[in-house]
């Protein structure tokens, strides 16, 4: 890649075209336990580097506005939430979830300015766990649907949040990478006689030692699905072992399942060099880990591994916490927690990664798609104002990532499995 196109893929604020592309979807903002209770806390956010903030008003209805009050530009993070509206606490000016002034008491009674003042504000949804935006024009909104990781309100959904110091691709490309989870993740998700991805309380098995999977593409309106088809260590004369993942853009990953529930990500830029990185277990309730459980997996827990803030405490200048002595016992990384020894690579390439100077391999089939295919978007958008995977493009209902055993000479695209 040249850096332009580096940093036509990157970069989302203000008015670049990858940013105005992600404006024309529905984005999650913050999860709902951020805003639990009608005028509890506001919640300041980032999102397309636009600063926010998040608030349930008393009536329980969540606003999302701009952060800093028109008038002298102090933040309303810090407002009262009262009667069905946020106060700044300057000067008083009072603002409904629509962006509306609904007063001004530090002006005189008959002062008609708020009628002449716009302030951001932005239609929300609440599903899956999270606060959903539609932050593009309101003329192109689409009707909001629900996600493929949370299809409907019988599916559990789990959510672990880190905000990250690096830009959005360099994330995505990390989870739609399956390459890389036979080294980076080899003490985690590790090689075992099983018959297929298994969940114990400590690793995630696979049925294959092969560390150099062979991937093929199936090209989609929504993204694309590849498949790293692996030997398996049992009867590899007659079946691959296949991990199908899903790319539906622009920023989430469907991750191949465990044998207990499903796994998904979703990667939103809040600005040009800081992600806010989703990293989701759904499926069945009885086999879905609940929210401190999977948070405790992960090494992603709020006050252990993540500031309150959720930005990891692990980081560069304390080497990730690296534990050289287990690496010397056996384990491959020395960090702990998978998502972990991911963030250790997102975040060492740099605040944005330059592409310009990568070697590229047969391994890195599904990296290359991703920047082909999101280039191509982004400039099909400049000319057509079409956003990728809106509209007919969108992704179908019975689309899934999977993994599994499929005869040898029988094509995986063919092949269809329900989530479990």
């Given at each position: 890649?040249?850096?332009?196109e ?50 349930r ?9 701009g ?31 629509g ?25 929300t ?7 959903w935006a ?19 309100d ?8 880190a ?5 959005w691709?360099q ?24 018959s297929?991805?298994e969940?114990?309380e ?8 092969d560390?150099a ?21 049992h009867?590899?004369?007659v079946n691959d ?8 853009a622009?920023?989430?990953a ?31 309730p009885?086999?879905t880990?609940?929210?401190?459980a ?18 990891p ?17 056996g384990?491959f ?5 998978f ?31 991703f ?36 005869p040898?000479?029988?094509d ?9």
């Amino acid at each position: 890649m040249t850096p332009e196109e580096n940093d036509l893929l990157c970069r989302v604020a203000g008015d670049a075209p990858m940013g105005q592309l992600m404006r024309r979807h529905w984005t999650p903002v913050c999860l709902l336990e951020e805003v639990p209770e009608p005028d509890g806390t506001p919640v300041r956010t980032q999102v397309f580097g636009e600063e926010l903030v998040v608030f349930r008003n008393t009536s329980g209805q969540i606003g999302l506005i701009g952060e800093h009050c028109p008038h002298r530009g102090a933040s309303l993070a810090l407002g009262r939430n009262e009667e069905d509206g946020l106060r700044c606490l300057y000067h008083g000016w009072k603002f409904d979830i629509g962006g509306n002034i609904l007063e001004m008491v530090s002006e005189p009674a008959g002062n008609r300015m708020a009628a002449g003042i716009t302030h951001p504000a932005y239609p929300t949804q609440e599903w899956g766990g999270m606060v959903w935006a539609y932050m593009g024009p309101p003329e192109t909104m689409p009707e909001f649907h629900p996600p493929a990781w949370a299809p409907n309100d019988q599916v559990k959904v789990t959510i672990a949040k880190a905000v990250l110091p690096c830009n959005w691709a360099q994330v995505l490309e990390g989870a739609i990478d399956s390459a890389h989870s036979s080294s980076l993740h080899s003490s985690d998700m590790v090689p075992a006689e099983v018959s297929g991805a298994e969940a114990t309380e400590n690793n995630w098995l696979r049925p294959s030692t092969d560390k150099a999977p062979r991937m093929q593409i199936d090209r989609t309106g929504y993204g694309f699905r590849y498949a790293a088809i692996r030997k398996p260590i049992h009867n590899a004369d007659v079946n691959d072992y296949v991990r199908s993942t899903v790319f539906v853009a622009p920023s989430t990953a469907l991750i191949p399942p465990n044998n207990l529930y499903n796994v998904a990500n979703i990667n939103v830029p809040a600005n040009d060099t800081t992600t806010v990185f989703y990293f989701i277990a759904w499926g069945q309730p009885s086999q879905t880990p609940d929210t401190a459980a999977w948070r405790k997996f992960l090494g992603q827990t709020v006050g252990v591994d993540l500031d309150d803030d959720y930005r990891p405490l692990r980081n560069r200048d304390n080497h990730y916490w690296q534990d050289r002595q287990a690496m010397k016992a056996g384990n491959f990384t020395g960090i702990t927690g998978f998502p972990n020894q991911d963030i250790a690579m997102w975040t060492t390439m740099g605040p944005m990664a330059d592409r310009s100077h990568d070697h590229l391999g047969a391994s890195d089939i599904a990296v290359v798609e991703f920047r082909k295919q999101m280039l191509k978007a982004v400039q099909a958008f400049q000319d057509t104002g079409k956003a990728i995977g809106t509209g007919a493009d969108a992704i179908p209902a019975d689309v899934c990532s999977f993994q599994t055993m499929v005869p040898k000479g029988k094509d995986w695209r063919s092949f269809r499995v329900a989530p479990v």
